[in-house]
């Protein structure tokens, strides 16, 4: 096996850059492939190791052992969980190798004259002695054959949208097999998962700082919860206090304004825009009951309404708005960001919309202490 800074840099090269989810990743496969007694991962054909989360480690994964997700090598379980189980196929012996949450407040012990904490997480991640940072456990895991590198089974087509499944990932639904999107599809249109019309949408804030990338989450969160069947309104809170100038001057529905219409709604063939008077004469309830059939409403704003949010925070701005928020969910920053709730960056728009859908949107909320703060 090459030396951990060779091994270091391999990785940083292939993930873009050197972070503190390197030195973890590298030490986690080094460790892990000790354990299954695999001495020189790349290219001996006889491991396989179970990635649960896919962030920067698991690139680090990936660059030492050259397990992949082409080659079948390497398996992704999106668990969110920083643990990695390595398989010596050959002997059957695995083991699971739990990166330790507590590691991050033991950095102090091992650096203290730091320039700032990413870099001391760095230096100390690179120093700590393993019990410190991993817990390992070994575990028993069945391979299925079609689950095994080089296997070839048939393939099936799905009776709904016609393409090709391969690996067993069919789904049989009423006699007919199908595929997993199209059998998920089946399941939402019969109202037993998520986009069941309910008359009244859940609603999410979605608040931070100024320009901290609000609007962008929210612009990609619609796309990806519309194709998962929802229908998704959007209520944006504008500071400024001069008045809409949507309306313009001139314009028909404008004059009944100005003639002292407390309410006017401007109704086209293809769109419906309302005109009210004054923010505070309507509640974040009645705006959103305005938007008529949605099953989720994403609100851009109003971070002091006492309703479940998502923060999204910058690199560099630590002055988080809403950290003792009992109704913060989660915080969308860029990586190796503390928070005391789940966190993820701006890129992991299907997580996070995995995240929405399970806290949010399930149908029977969880009643785990996973669930924070009212769901409305
Ligand atoms: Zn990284
Ligand atoms: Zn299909």
């Known amino acids: 096996m090459r030396s951990f800074d060779e091994l270091l840099k391999e990785s940083s090269t292939l993930h873009g850059h050197q972070c503190a989810g390197q030195i973890l990743g590298v030490r986690m496969a080094l460790l892990g492939c000790r354990e299954v007694a695999i001495d020189e991962p790349r290219g001996c054909k006889k491991l396989i190791v179970y990635a649960e989360i896919d962030r920067c480690a698991t690139d680090a994964l990936q660059a030492v052992t050259g397990c992949s997700l082409g080659k079948r090598t390497l398996k992704y379980l999106d668990y969110g969980k920083m643990a990695i189980t390595f398989l ?197 309830d009645d705006i959103v009951a305005g938007l008529g059939a949605t099953d989720i409403v994403l609100v851009e704003g109003f971070h002091n309404e006492p309703r479940v949010k998502i923060e999204v925070r910058s690199a560099r701005s630590d002055a988080a708005l809403c950290e003792k928020d009992k109704n913060l969910l989660a915080v969308v920053a860029p990586e190796a960001h503390p928070a005391s709730v789940p966190s993820f960056v701006p890129e992991d728009i299907q997580p996070i919309a995995d995240f929405i859908e399970r806290e949010i949107l399930a149908r029977t909320p969880k009643t785990g202490a996973s669930t924070r703060g009212q769901i409305p």
């Open 88 to 284: 010596n196929t050959e002997t059957g012996r695995a083991v699971r190798v739990l990166a330790k949450d507590e590691a991050r407040k033991l950095v102090p012990l091992y650096v203290q004259d730091s320039a700032n904490s990413r870099d001391a997480q760095e230096q100390a991640y690179r120093i700590m002695p393993e019990e410190a940072l991993f817990a390992v456990k070994p575990v028993t895991i069945e391979v299925p054959p079609q689950e095994m590198p080089g296997y070839r089974g048939k393939r099936v087509e799905c009776a709904e949208c016609g393409e090709g499944i391969n690996f067993n990932r069919e789904v049989e639904r009423a006699g007919r097999m199908l595929c997993i999107p199209c059998s998920q599809e089946q399941l939402r249109s019969n109202g037993h998962a998520g986009g069941a019309k309910t008359a009244n949408p859940k609603v999410l804030l979605i608040v931070g700082s100024k320009k901290v990338g609000k609007t962008t989450l929210i612009e990609r969160l619609i796309p990806e919860l519309s194709r998962r069947g929802y229908r998704v309104g959007t209520v944006k809170h504008h500071h400024s206090d001069f008045p809409v100038s949507v309306d313009t001057a001139g314009t028909d529905s404008w004059r009944h304004r100005q003639a002292g219409a407390a309410g006017v709604a401007l109704v086209t063939p293809t769109d419906i825009a309302l005109f009210r008077n004054g923010e505070n004469s309507l509640s974040l």
